[in-house]
């Protein structure tokens, strides 16, 4: 595509929604048990309080605050250990596959938020809709008080609102969670804007107030797109804030980060974001992992991936596609470089291992991927040497439906109709990348 496509007068013909759920694995742990609703709930995992329900945020309690800090603002608080994921992974999916029911044009971002581009809905709405006049906004307008009045200007958007307010009353509705949602032209924007108002609200954002929403971020780091080492290089050429970007000479920008770079940049500063929903599909890999602050002996390192091969191959089988390949991910201590010292070892999975995850057969999967995974943890580490883990990754890619090896791809509704039970998944990202 040529670079006027993604210039600032792009026509604003989509409508992109963004969900986000409210304070996820704590609405999990409140539908799970609804005891936990009327009280200060924090989710935890190792010494931090990942998130919390909208009872202790009252009290000050705030997301990735430490347990001790969150125990001194708020002495009642609840704690619930969150580091299995299975019941926040199900209640992703089943948000996902929910909306997808609606239209195929869903793309996850984490458990707890999800892109829709609903433009096709849209207009086959408006198609629908005889009179111009007819018009109204659903939930919020960003910076403006009076809804009604802009609506016929914005018929699309309006149409989008109100698509929007029924997918978060069907999510409240069919599975129990509430959320916020953004409407714009956008990926960009449909994020920014979701969360102007919390909890379980939507907020839409309008073409002339693109520049009001810009504006109001506080750094260039706030800007979705826009990662830390980008920001460090962008500092380094003096730019602190969004307006700084959006002033900056292209040309000297092009000098940085090469043409394509700088001017997705630029469009990002400008509220510019021509990048498609593009559907998630079902997981290339299914991975499981455990941190901790010292594992040293390979006893334990046995025992550590026994644990968690058992989860995973459980996983794998309720998926029903058949895994070829075998990874295994170990960090080792590092007082300088907490993130990038990952290392990985990956080997074939023999068919008749392969079938038997899939079969169901877990314990005697279990029993033989062992071997497997203790083998390639010997090529990377010495065990007669003293060694210092914090991490065991264990993770099945190369995953393939059951006599359609060719396609190799599995599309997210064949993943859904595998198994009755809703899909236990994790998709493996690199945290080394984080």
């Known amino acids: 595509p040529s670079l006027s496509k993604t210039s600032v007068q792009t026509p604003a013909h989509r409508v992109i929604l963004h969900f986000d759920l409210d304070c996820f694995y704590a609405q999990v742990e409140m539908i799970r048990n609804p005891a936990l609703r009327e009280v200060p709930l924090g989710i935890q995992q190792k010494y931090i309080i990942v998130t919390c329900n909208y009872v202790a945020r009252k009290q000050g309690v705030t997301k990735?605050?430490?347990?001790?800090?969150?125990?001194?603002?708020?002495?009642?608080?609840?704690?619930?250990?969150?580091?299995?994921?299975?019941?926040?992974?199900?209640?992703?999916?089943?948000?996902?596959?929910?909306?997808?029911?609606?239209?195929?044009?869903?793309?996850?971002?984490?458990?707890?938020?999800?892109?829709?581009?609903?433009?096709?809905?849209?207009?086959?709405k408006l198609a629908q809709t005889p009179e111009s006049n007819s018009f109204s906004f659903k939930g919020h307008v960003y910076n403006h008080f009076s809804a009604d009045v802009e609506a016929s200007d914005h018929p699309r958007l309006a149409v989008g609102s109100h698509i929007a307010a029924e997918l978060r009353e069907a999510i409240r509705s069919k599975v129990g969670l509430t959320g916020c949602?953004?409407?714009?032209?956008?990926?960009?924007?449909?994020?920014?804007?979701?969360?102007?108002?919390?909890?379980?609200?939507?907020?839409?954002?309008?073409?002339?107030?693109?520049?009001?929403?810009?504006?109001?971020?506080?750094?260039?780091?706030?800007?979705?797109?826009?990662?830390?080492?980008?920001?460090?290089?962008?500092?380094?050429?003096?730019?602190?804030?969004?307006?700084?970007?959006?002033?900056?000479?292209?040309?000297?920008l092009v000098r940085e980060f090469g043409g394509p770079s700088a001017q997705r940049l630029k469009n990002l500063a400008l509220g510019v974001d021509d990048s498609p929903v593009t559907p998630t599909g079902a997981p290339q890999s299914l991975s499981d992992e455990d941190?901790?602050?010292?594992?040293?002996?390979?006893?334990?390192?046995?025992?550590?991936?026994?644990?968690?091969?058992?989860?995973?191959?459980?996983?794998?089988h309720k998926d029903g596609r058949q895994p070829h390949t075998f990874r295994l991910t170990i960090r080792r201590y590092s007082a300088t470089n907490k993130w990038f010292s990952r290392e990985s070892r990956q080997c074939p999975i023999p068919n008749h291992l392969g079938q038997k995850i899939t079969s169901g057969s877990s314990d005697d999967a279990v029993v033989q991927l062992v071997p497997l995974a203790m083998k390639l943890f010997h090529k990377m580490i010495d065990s007669s040497a003293a060694f210092h883990l914090t991490l065991i990754n264990v993770c099945f890619s190369n995953l393939q439906t059951r006599g359609a090896a060719v396609s190799g791809k599995g599309s997210i509704t064949s993943f859904f109709t595998h198994s009755t039970s809703p899909r236990k998944t994790q998709i493996f990202s690199s945290q080394s990348q984080v």
Do not use: W
């Open 181 to 252: 949602a953004g409407i714009s032209s956008n990926k960009l924007l449909a994020k920014l804007v979701s969360g102007t108002f919390k909890p379980n609200q939507q907020t839409t954002l309008l073409p002339e107030n693109v520049g009001d929403i810009m504006g109001c971020l506080s750094s260039l780091r706030k800007v979705p797109g826009v990662g830390h080492q980008t920001v460090k290089r962008l500092q380094a050429l003096g730019l602190v804030s969004v307006k700084d970007l959006q002033l900056f000479p292209l040309s000297d």
């Open 291 to 316: 941190s901790f602050r010292k594992m040293s002996s390979t006893k334990e390192v046995l025992e550590k991936i026994r644990e968690l091969l058992s989860s995973l191959v459980e996983r794998m």
């Open 64 to 124: 990735l605050m430490s347990v001790t800090d969150a125990k001194e603002k708020c002495p009642q608080l609840v704690l619930v250990k969150g580091e299995d994921l299975t019941h926040y992974r199900e209640m992703s999916y089943k948000v996902t596959e929910l909306l997808m029911s609606y239209c195929p044009l869903v793309e996850r971002l984490g458990f707890d938020e999800n892109f829709m581009d609903i433009t096709k809905m849209v207009e086959s």
